[in-house]
């Protein structure tokens, strides 16, 4: 029909989607398409859009450096053409990267501040996803109850949405809140409905971190062996979507590492 306008949402649609599933070259010529024709249509907004898609393509995989430089300049163009939208969810994702790079106290403003706006539009989806981050935030800082809370609250508005995917990763970092306080069933109940949901959502990247959370937890309780299999699928995930080293994956899978050498040694 030569509707580049849909054409444009069309490849960010299956560049999410493939995103998610760990597809990433296939991601990558989606988005990339779609920046193209947002540029031929000549609509920074539209182009603002396809540049923060790209921007958490290179994020997962731990392209850290190129998807800041995207996440700001995207935030530049929401906040020049009033996208309190876009700008809500760019400071998720600086935040979020800024935890990742350890700027803790960038992380925390930047999602406190996108949160604000969340509720201000009244918008759930975002708020469960900055609420899920600042509980991880919270965590960092060793502030479990806070974390706890985060958490379940994002648990909550997913399931009242019946968003699979965002109600699958909060569970997973919840599970590992529970474990780091001693309560390991809770923390199996909680990794079992997330691995179910995110199976059913296709989202690899994000089972390769809940499966990261099983390690930990398995590792907390002592039950190292099946801590050592989350561990391996984990790796097995990571591989198959070509995760970065420096990815959350990535990062995940290393802190897990380092937990099971300080038990035993080479």
Do not use: W
């Amino acid at each position: 029909m030569g509707d580049d306008r849909l054409e444009c949402r069309a490849h960010n649609g299956l560049g999410t989607l493939s995103v998610a599933q760990g597809r990433m070259e296939i991601a990558l010529e989606h988005l990339e398409g779609a920046l193209v024709v947002a540029r031929k249509l000549g609509d920074r907004r539209v182009e603002g859009h396809a540049l923060a898609n790209l921007g958490v393509l290179y994020f997962e995989q731990g392209r850290i450096s190129e998807a800041r430089a995207l996440y700001e300049a995207v935030l530049a163009i929401a906040r020049e053409f009033g996208d309190h939208f876009l700008e809500a969810n760019m400071l998720c994702n600086l935040g979020s990267l800024h935890q990742i790079e350890g700027k803790i106290p960038e992380s925390r403003s930047e999602l406190e501040e996108a949160l604000g706006l969340a509720r201000e539009m009244g918008n759930p989806s975002i708020e469960c996803i900055v609420l899920c981050n600042l509980g991880i935030v919270f965590d960092s800082l060793g502030l479990l109850d806070q974390a706890r809370s985060q958490f379940e609250l994002a648990v909550k508005i997913a399931h009242e949405l019946r968003q699979q995917r965002s109600e699958g990763q909060a569970l997973g970092y919840l599970a590992l809140a529970h474990a780091k306080q001693g309560r390991f069933d809770d923390a199996r109940r909680c990794l079992e409905k997330g691995e179910v949901l995110l199976r059913a959502a296709s989202d690899r990247f994000s089972l390769g971190i809940l499966k990261c959370s099983g390690a930990e937890t398995e590792h907390l309780a002592g039950a190292l062996e099946s801590a050592d299999a989350a561990l391996v699928e984990a790796q097995s995930l990571a591989k198959e979507i070509n995760a970065g080293t420096i990815s959350e994956l990535g990062v995940a899978i290393a802190r897990v590492v380092g937990m099971r050498n300080q038990v035993r040694p080479k």
